[in-house]
């Protein structure tokens, strides 16, 4: 059966570092491209960042230069490592598969339940 499983959502001061994990079974992800996405109270949902089968990385304007995908196939698993956090971070962060192998902010069919990230002082 195939499932995708967030983990490390925490709360965190502005500032600080959070490592967010995707771990998938019932499917290999190298073979395909997997997207972050968060969603922040009364907000849609936002595309952050995107790996696709072939390693290369995306990332929205508001979270470049800080945030980092990257992907461990010994793991099947995904990290979002997400350094200098501001408040407007906090959301619901859902890793997902693409039908496709490459990036895009579209076309994901398989999405895990959601890490929930709080930046707060």
């Known amino acids: 059966q195939l499932q995708l499983v967030e983990s490390g959502g925490a709360l965190v001061q502005p500032g600080g570092s959070l490592r967010l994990s995707c771990t998938a079974s019932g499917f290999t992800l190298n073979y395909e491209a997997i997207g972050w996405f968060r969603q922040a109270p009364g907000k849609e949902r936002e595309g952050v960042s995107c790996?696709?089968?072939?390693?290369?990385?995306y990332y929205d304007d508001s979270v470049k230069g800080r945030f980092t995908i990257s992907r461990d196939n010994a793991k099947n698993t995904v990290y979002l490592q997400m350094n200098s956090l501001k408040p407007e971070d906090t959301a619901v962060y859902y890793c997902?598969?693409?039908?496709?192998?490459?990036?895009?902010?579209?076309?994901?069919?398989?999405w895990g339940q959601g890490a929930q990230v709080t930046v707060s002082s």
């Open positions: 997902a598969r693409r039908r496709v192998s490459f990036c895009g902010w579209t076309d994901y069919d398989s």
């Open positions: 790996i696709s089968s072939g390693g290369y990385t």
